[in-house]
């Protein structure tokens, strides 16, 4: 089973930067083929999906954090990373890794950001 572990959240104030980890427990051999994605969850909504990069480094994004966030990974150390920009109030949320093909979340880190 699978883990992701997720970190680098806080709070911060509006446009400022955070740069959001997550490790997985996959062995880079098998980590290198998972397509990764970042999903948000704002206070009183839906959960709703942010970024994702695949296995040859195509990115798409949610069009509400296009040309402020990018997503990128790095392979050797199994990991995934969102870097936040010029972050709103309206970022803030509880910031989850998934992994599609598993199904697999982390537990989430909260990205708060005060006005």
């Known amino acids: 089973q699978v883990q992701l572990v997720e970190s680098g959240g806080g709070l911060v104030q509006t446009g400022e930067s955070l740069r959001l980890s997550c490790v997985s427990s996959h062995p880079t051999s098998f980590f290198r083929v998972q397509t990764m994605s970042w999903y948000r969850r704002a206070p009183g909504k839906e959960r709703e999906l942010v970024a994702t990069i695949t296995t040859s480094g195509s990115r798409n994004y949610a069009e509400s954090v296009k040309d402020r966030f990018i997503i990128s990974r790095n392979n050797a150390a199994h990991t995934v990373y969102l870097q936040m920009n010029s972050l709103k109030p309206e970022d803030t949320g509880v910031y989850y890794c998934?992994?599609?093909?598993?199904?697999?979340w982390g537990q989430g880190t909260l990205v708060t950001v005060s006005s």
């Open positions: 998934n992994e599609p093909l598993s199904g697999t």
